[in-house]
């Protein structure tokens, strides 16, 4: 019988600890809210009659910060594209917009 292990919370980090702890025990992830994943969100856009699904839960995602992450996706098979990094700023109450490729 596997000894059993309680997971507070579904964000990546739980979800990631979850899935190496099932290969060796009997995991049991505990969540307040009503779905999975913390505060990721996955937003369903359609363009020109073809959908695209863009992942909004982490502002960065690169070989040299996320190595472990990047492990994780390759062993569950998920496939990324390279993509530009922007930054955008929203401050409705100022009126004040901004958006930029570079912090420069």
């Known amino acids: 019988m596997k000894k059993k292990i309680a997971i507070i919370g579904s ?6 600890a979850a899935f190496e702890l099932s290969k060796k025990y009997e995991v049991h992830i505990y969540e307040k ?4 994943g913390g505060h990721t969100h996955t ?7 073809r959908k ?8 960065v995602f690169n070989n040299k910060t996320y190595p472990n992450f990047i492990n994780l996706l390759n ?7 390279n993509t530009n990094m922007s930054f955008s700023v929203n401050y409705p109450s100022e ?6 490729k570079n912090l420069n």
Request: no cysteine.
């Open 11 to 16: 964000g990546i980090s739980g979800m990631t």
């Open 33 to 36: 809210n009503s779905y999975l």
């Open 43 to 49: 937003h369903e856009i359609k363009e020109n009659k």
């Open 52 to 59: 695209y699904f863009i992942d909004s839960g982490f502002i």
């Open 75 to 81: 062993q569950l098979n998920i496939n990324s594209e």
């Open 95 to 100: 009126n004040f917009e901004w958006s930029g």
